[in-house]
């Protein structure tokens, strides 16, 4: 049976990083992945963004761009391009093309495993140790509240599209996709989980250390706490793991 996946590319001023995330998503898809769509989200950037991603559109019609005229942050950013999707699975893959190539042909052949694959990073050193430690914290606080074991919330979780779009998202933060995983852990959806590496990121730096950043998370954990509340869940996993996963 051919399956069909949506990539949600969000950019924001990534126009010298733009062209190789798509070269690398292009490239891990090969010929396994016929039946793809690349949307791309300008998020008001203030550079040359928008026309970067014009220029990759117009050379491939599986690709389409949209452009938010105000900034809607990553997670505002990720909703719009979900709202486009069409395809049977989405998969967020950031402008900054911080993931390798391997890396996502990995999450790409296990994709269909479960309702949700979520990948985890293995190469945490190479982020700064505050960064690190705060991930951590971030993870292990979600896991403590919420009663799960999920490795890591940030990375590019592939969920099936008609589900996840059975949830609202409240926020437009960078904890959006906590939230949506929590909120579908929940309603019992499955999921597994497989190993990726991140990479430097060839121009800029991220910012998802700010301090405006770091508030939305903490107020989409408090909102998680009033919508959802804190419990033990009972998450459904395949019996098996996928190769690589330790």
């Not at 979520?118 to 190479?126: A, D, K, L, Q």
């Not at 979780?157 to 852990?185: C, D, P, W």
């Not at 060839?202 to 959802?228: D, H, P």
Request: net charge positive.
């Amino acid at each position: 049976m051919t399956r069909s996946l949506t990539f949600v590319v969000p950019a924001f001023n990534e126009e010298h990083n733009i062209a190789a995330t798509v070269e690398t998503i292009l490239g891990a898809i090969g010929n396994e992945w016929p039946d793809y769509e690349i949307v791309m989200i300008n998020d008001a950037s203030g550079d040359g963004t928008g026309a970067a991603m014009d220029a990759v559109a117009a050379a491939n019609p599986h690709i389409r761009v949209l452009h938010n005229t105000v900034n809607m942050n990553l997670g505002g950013a990720y909703k719009r391009g979900l709202e486009a999707a069409t395809k049977d699975f989405v998969m967020m893959v950031p402008g900054d093309n911080g993931f390798d190539l391997e890396s996502l042909r990995t999450v790409l052949r296990n994709i269909g495993t479960a309702d949700i694959l979520i990948p985890y990073v293995t190469n945490t050193t190479i982020r700064t140790p505050f960064r690190s430690l705060a991930s951590r914290a971030f993870t292990g606080l979600i896991n403590a509240l919420f009663g799960l074991k999920v490795r890591y919330y940030n990375g590019p979780v592939v969920h099936r599209t008609e589900l996840l779009k059975t949830i609202s998202i409240r926020t437009n933060g960078f904890a959006y996709q906590a939230e949506a995983l929590v909120k579908m852990l929940t309603k019992g959806c499955s999921y597994t989980e497989c190993p990726v590496q991140i990479q430097d990121r060839a121009v800029g730096r991220s910012s998802a250390m700010k301090l405006k950043n770091q508030f939305t998370i903490l107020m989409t954990i408090l909102n998680l706490l009033t919508e959802v509340g804190p419990r033990r869940m009972r998450v459904r996993m395949p019996t098996k793991q996928p190769p690589g996963s330790p």
